[in-house]
């Protein structure tokens, strides 16, 4: 079960799933809480703590109907109390008022950063199943019904754990297994392998590429919205 669904049960109720979301989560909150203090921050630090409190508050908050992804939601409620934190530490951190003054958004500069360190993360990623992302632009597909068809098919495979679990395993697409799953012919899948897998791992790694998993949701989103 991936983070969508994840948060649709917690905001249900679910508790199981709720611990589940924050187990998930957790890497993510130190590096929103690490990129705040310009430093590393480890769960034996309070601000870590303080972080992880404001996630668990982030989900009972979140209203995807505002149009704000919730990892992106998440990260702004997490640096919103980071800096009440350092208020009544009566911290002398310096980029406090800095930080606050950015509001919402972040800042563009910073929003500039975090973007280019999630590509640089995905980029090592796919570096271990030999792609480049030369190689993706190339593999693109130019129908946009044949990217979206793809879209589903790598988020389909992705909420597929033992399917996921063996691509991460072998570094090799289950092209049989998925092409049961979506009805969509082998040879099709074959042809979009490398797009495919890219996409893949964005779906199944959520937690870890935030910007690039919501610009693939919101795809899917505007498009059921169009019909």
Known sequence: ??????????????????????????PFVLRVASHFFK???????????????????????????????????????IRSRLIDFCRQENS??????????????????????????????????????????????????????????????AKALASEKALFDQLMKTKRLPLNELALLTGIPRKTLERGRRYLLALSLIFGYPEEFPYLYSYLHGILSERREEK
């Open 1 to 26: 079960m991936k983070l969508d669904q994840l948060l649709g049960r917690a905001r249900a109720g679910d508790g199981e799933a709720r611990e589940e979301l924050l187990r998930l989560l957790r």
């Open 39 to 77: 430093r590393p921050v480890t769960w034996s630090d309070e601000a870590a703590s303080v972080a992880f409190l404001a996630l668990n508050e982030a989900i009972d908050q979140h209203d995807e109907k505002r149009g704000s992804p919730f990892l992106v939601f998440a990260r702004w409620v």
């Open 92 to 153: 002398s951190w310096a980029s406090l008022e800095e930080a606050d003054s950015q509001g919402k958004d972040g800042g563009e500069a910073e929003l500039a950063w975090e973007r280019r360190e999630e590509i640089e993360r995905y980029a090592a990623l796919l570096s271990e199943f030999g792609l480049k992302f030369s190689d993706l632009v190339k593999a693109s597909p130019k129908h946009r019904d044949t990217r979206e068809r793809f879209i589903k098919a």
